[in-house]
């Protein structure tokens, strides 16, 4: 079974970064690629980037691409998704979770979401 805790949230600025964090618990976590998601109320939950098991391949929407970074501290059992250059339209809760196949899935365990907003 693997739990899946998100952090880091908040409200910011346009322009400005946040990092969220995922924990995983149970040893499938670190052995697992993992992606990130977000949603926004009204709208389907979008892709945003994904990770294999050991970090060596990353993939990333195109919203993202050149602003988001996705790591992974196996270690730690952690997944992180930096953010810089924050936009009003990235205002959305974001949601980790435990992927079978990346990047397109499935994703069998999710976490319960981190709030982001962002001012313009």
């Known amino acids: 079974q693997v739990h899946l805790v998100e952090s880091g949230g908040g409200l910011v600025q346009a322009g400005d970064s946040l990092r969220l964090s995922c924990e995983g618990s149970g040893r499938a976590f670190s052995r697992s690629p993992v992606g990130w998601f977000r949603q926004v109320p009204g709208k389907e939950r979008e892709f945003v980037a994904a990770?294999?098991?050991?970090?060596?391949?990353?993939w990333y929407a195109d919203s993202g691409e050149g602003r988001f970074t996705i790591s992974r501290d196996n270690a730690r059992n952690t997944v992180y998704l930096q953010m810089n250059s924050l936009k009003p339209e990235d205002t959305a809760v974001y949601y980790c979770a435990r992927g079978v196949g990346v990047p397109h899935g499935p994703y069998d365990h999710w976490g319960q979401g981190t709030q982001v907003t962002v001012s313009s």
């Open positions: 990770i294999s098991w050991n970090g060596d391949a990353t």
